[in-house]
């Protein structure tokens, strides 16, 4: 045993020394380059403190001006590069995608589920991303704008005459769409039970990853458990009916996928993961850029109003004829950038201009920082949706990523915003409520407090 034992050792060792030799004389070259300009911050701490206590955006944009578009930092441990150009985050998200995986705290993987599509590369992700996209693109999502429709609808009949927290009751809004776009018609017998179970997760998603009895993050993990079983039972009962669907479960289903159940539920509660919160900001956003600018307003309402015919529903076509509303879309996800940057982890040392990034370093390419260059955004703190009358050069808006894991769900996000905006603006009138100056980051950027409004139906 004991001579098994070292059998092993040994080999391993002698691995381990000619993975080192190969690598070195390989890399030697590559070593010899200089690291990224930029401080590194006490051990461990880094500069995480300074990232976390003050807004994140005056963090990298200082950084900026001091180093230029590419620079080293470290937060939450880890040492890491942030770039800020075009050329850069098309260099790490696009042409050399391969060399930078996907990269989350193991605390998150494991709520969300290990196996979801945005925790992989290779074989496994490029097969579900496929899936994703098939159930997302515009040829099918074409049939669901009068579900989507039906949701607006009734969600904005909910907030007539009431005092409501835009970002709460957006997040109902884009988790029923979610639900319909997943679960097609079933998802109304399992909603109320869904909801519950998913809001029980989301509470412990960034609470400290303790898992004693009585954490919010144990609480969390039982949620967790009880959503895969809800979603056993409901492809049993798909199995059983055995008709085909076009939804997001219907592609997972699909004969010869040969996706585990596990892996059906990591990757369903990863898109309502990935979809609720970012759409629900998203709409937040516009509401108080469309509240602060009263002819920007009377645009969208006078172009929405030539569309509805009545009380028909929207159709495809409706959808695709909005240029002005689609515009203050562009612009809010430009200004707003809900999603300040990306993650990414580097697999093998890389170099990038004369500089190199260490294997197992982060990189993270700052949407934020690009969106509001002044040099591609002239005046870029103004909200002026008119610019987007000429389209943006590549890599410089990437509100969706770009390459490899760019948002599947882009489509169907501008979906669900254009048909709120419509009946938003054509039958409602509101009012913002309280303060609006500050921002709350959490992780998201939101307007203080999710922008509580005065809502009531236009008389
Ligand atoms: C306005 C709302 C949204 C914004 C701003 C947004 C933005 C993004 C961005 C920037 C990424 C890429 C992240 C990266 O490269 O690291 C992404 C990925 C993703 N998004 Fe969205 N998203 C939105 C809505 C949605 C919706 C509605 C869905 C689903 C229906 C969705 C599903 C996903 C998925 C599954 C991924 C991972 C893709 C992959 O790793 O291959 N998103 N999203
Ligand atoms: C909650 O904590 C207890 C004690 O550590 C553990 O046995 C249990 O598995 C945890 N629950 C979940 C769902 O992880
Ligand atoms: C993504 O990158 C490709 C290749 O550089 C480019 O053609 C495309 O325009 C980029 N997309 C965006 C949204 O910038």
């Not at 074989?123 to 669901?144: C, G, T």
């Not at 076009?246 to 898109?271: K, P, R, W, Y």
């Amino acid at each position: 045993m004991v001579s098994l034992i070292l059998c092993f050792f040994f080999s391993f060792l002698a691995l381990f020394l000619l993975h080192r030799m190969f690598k070195s004389s390989s890399n030697s070259a590559m070593k010899k380059l200089p690291l990224p300009p930029g401080t590194i911050g006490w051990p461990y701490i880094g500069e995480t403190f300074q990232l976390y206590s003050q807004n994140p955006n005056v963090f990298f944009t200082s950084k900026q001006k001091r180093y230029g578009s590419i620079f080293k930092t470290h937060i939450l441990g880890c040492p890491c590069v942030m770039v800020s150009s075009p050329e850069a985050a098309k260099f790490v998200l696009v042409t050399k995608s391969h060399l930078f995986k996907p990269t989350f705290p193991a605390s998150k993987e494991r709520m969300l589920g290990r196996q979801a599509l945005f925790f992989h590369q290779g074989d496994y992700h490029s097969k579900l991303r496929k899936l994703v996209l098939r159930a997302f693109m515009p040829e099918a999502i074409k049939n669901i704008v009068s579900q989507v429709d039906n949701l607006a609808v009734h969600s904005l009949q909910s907030w007539d005459g009431q005092l409501i927290n835009t970002f709460q009751e957006m997040k109902t809004y884009a988790f029923n769409v979610a639900l319909m776009s997943i679960f097609g018609k079933d998802e109304i017998l399992y909603r109320e039970e869904l909801k519950r179970c998913y809001y029980v997760l989301e509470r412990g998603y960034n609470s400290m990853p303790i898992n004693l009895p009585g954490t919010l993050f144990n609480k969390s993990m039982k949620a967790r458990k009880e959503l895969a079983q809800i979603l056993a039972r409901i492809l049993s009962t798909r199995r059983q009916r055995k008709e085909e669907t076009t939804d997001l479960l219907g592609s997972f289903m699909g004969d010869g996928e040969g996706l585990t159940d596990e892996q059906i539920a990591d990757n369903v509660i990863g898109v309502i993961f990935a979809a609720r919160d970012t759409t629900a900001s998203v709409l937040t956003w516009i509401v108080k850029y469309l509240g602060e600018n009263p002819s920007i307003l009377q645009a969208v309402t006078e172009e929405q109003q030539s569309i509805s015919g009545g009380d028909k529903l929207l159709n495809w076509a409706d959808i695709k004829n909005m240029p002005i509303t689609s515009r203050v879309i562009q612009e809010t996800l430009r200004v707003a950038s809900i999603l300040s940057f990306t993650f990414r982890e580097a697999v093998e040392d890389v170099e990038y201009e004369g500089y190199l990034i260490p294997k197992g370093w982060k990189v993270l390419p700052l949407f934020r920082n690009i969106h509001h260059s002044a040099d591609i955004f002239p005046d870029p703190e103004k909200f002026d949706p008119s610019r987007f009358e000429v389209a943006p050069k590549p890599n410089t808006y990437m509100p969706f990523g770009n390459g490899t894991h760019a948002c599947p769900g882009n489509e169907l996000a501008k979906l669900e915003i254009l048909v709120l905006l419509h009946h938003l603006t054509t039958k409602y009138r509101w009012s913002m409520v309280g303060p609006q100056t500050s921002i709350q980051y959490g992780p998201f950027a939101l307007p203080q407090n999710g922008l509580p409004i005065r809502l009531s139906r236009k008389t």
